[in-house]
């Protein structure tokens, strides 16, 4: 018998005081896009495959 979850609860903690390297985000602003794009279309496809159930 399968296992249906029909919700799910993610708890995440981020530590904004980080030690690493800076990251330099607006030195890219293109590549800032083309993530943007790339997480909407894999949104869409995981909405997309809920539906289809």
Do not use: F, W, Y
């Not at 030195?27 to 539906?51: F, P």
Request: aromatic share 0%.
């Amino acid at each position: 018998m399968p296992i249906t979850i029909k919700e799910l609860h993610i708890k995440i903690n981020v530590d904004e005081k980080s030690n690493d390297k800076p990251n330099n985000r607006g030195s890219k602003g293109g590549n800032q896009d083309e993530i943007i794009t790339a997480c909407v279309e894999e949104v869409m496809d995981i909405l997309k495959r809920q539906n289809d159930r």
